[in-house]
């Protein structure tokens, strides 16, 4: 019998993250969009695929897309870094910046990833808590910042899984406390109504450790393609590139991105869509008996009352409707969170939603 190779010994015990994928009707758990990309888009990918030359490698610098990126956000392409989703933009940060010795700061409850990442990158991970209502606490964050002298900083903006966006304020008043990196990570940003890209193009103090993270997978409708990238200063993109696999991104996804920044209207729309929906639901939990917390997201954060979270749950899936139980999260008891679907999704969630709540317990 083999002799059992043991993993590290910080590693002991850690498992993945995965969400639950279960084959129901309305799939609400994700907060993928539940809108398609345009057909446009999809026929002009259908044409750049017979352009490509799959016997050789891909652009390694990612040129076409970087450079596309870059018009759209009015920055330099030197300050801009893709890899296969934000995932892989974190976890190519925290291997230039984190490691043994290094300390990565968060604020619970947040996404999970940045803890889990961290770790895998052999990152001691210091949080501290936010307030009641999920804001930050800035007393909270500048004891933080000042005993742990973190080399990144993440903020979650709007948050996952509570859904509030920072303001320009609060976003400042990290950069100006912070003596790392600070890692805004704007996967829905496109659905809040600021961004931390503002003070990227604005520049000015603590602007040169300021890094903004985002994702195609959600108002970009993209997330089958895994793709990601990241607005920083060109020291921060070297270091990403230094440690980033060699050929990481793929011809394919490339050219999808880069084709999807042609049609910058039909995403806005999209967001439109969905913040209106958003807007609708949220009127609709504030009649039934649930707690909520103000969203600028593409999901909903909300805690039963009166039933408990993984009861209705289960209701809810019984009606092939899935959303996502977060009541075993970090300060997050018997909360669950609901993406924002197409009107006739949410009709549904909703009216199960109804019918759970008003069960007998």
Sequence with gaps: MGRVVPVRDDLV???????PQVDVEVRLNTNESPLPPPEEWLTELSDELRH???NRYPDRRVSGLRDALARFHDVEPTHVFC???SNEVLQCLLLAYGGAGRTAALFEPTYALHRHIASVTATTVVSGWRRPDFRLDLDV???LLETAQPIITFLCSPNNPTGRAESSDVVEHVLERAPGLVVVDEAYGQFAPCSALDLVRRGGAGSDRLVVVRTFSKTWSMAACR???LVAPPDVVDACEAVALPYHLDAVTQAAGRLALRHVGAMETRVATLNEERGRITAVLAELAVETWPSDANFVLFRPLGRGATEVWNDLLASSVLVRDCST???LDGCLRVT???APENDRFLAALRSSLEEKP
């Design 52 to 54: 490509i030359d799959f």
């Design 329 to 331: 999260w970090p300060g």
């Design 83 to 85: 890899a296969n989703g």
């Design 340 to 342: 924002v679907g197409t």
């Design 13 to 19: 015990g850690l498992k993945g993250y995965h969400s």
């Design 227 to 229: 793709l990601g990238y």
């Design 141 to 143: 964050v500048d004891e």
